[in-house]
């Protein structure tokens, strides 16, 4: 049984930071990719980051690049975000998901190369 725990979600003002923890039980995420997804009022459920289990990869959509970090902690079967320089435009339903093994093709930014999600931790940035 998988299960997937978000946390470290909250009100913050813009240009504030926060950091968000994704706690993975029931697998080893050692050697599986990790995705954050995020989806505001109104739009579809988009693609943040990714950090791939082999050689450091990290690709990251291109509204966060230089603002978010998506780390981890094989140790504790965790996996990070942290968010810096925080938007209006960042207020989303925040989700990490477990990549496939395999994966079913390249697309790391496509949420149909997932299988397991969390359910969720709110981010509401405010201007």
């Known amino acids: 049984q998988v299960q997937v725990d978000e946390t470290g979600g909250g009100l913050v003002q813009a240009g504030g930071s926060l950091k968000l923890s994704c706690a993975v039980s029931g697998l080893t995420i050692s050697r599986t990719g990790m995705g954050w997804f995020r989806q505001g009022p109104g739009k579809e459920r988009n693609f943040v980051a990714f950090s791939g289990w082999s050689h450091g990869r990290v690709e990251y959509r291109d509204s966060v690049k230089g603002r978010f970090t998506i780390s981890r902690d094989n140790a504790k079967n965790t996996v990070y975000l942290q968010m810096n320089s925080l938007r209006p435009e960042d207020t989303a339903i925040y989700y990490c998901?477990?990549?496939?093994?395999?994966?079913?093709?390249?697309?790391?930014?496509?949420?149909?190369?997932?299988?397991?999600w969390g359910q969720g931790t709110q981010v509401t940035v405010s201007s």
């Open positions: 998901a477990v990549r496939k093994r395999p994966y079913v093709s390249t697309r790391y930014s496509s949420r149909n190369e997932y299988n397991f």
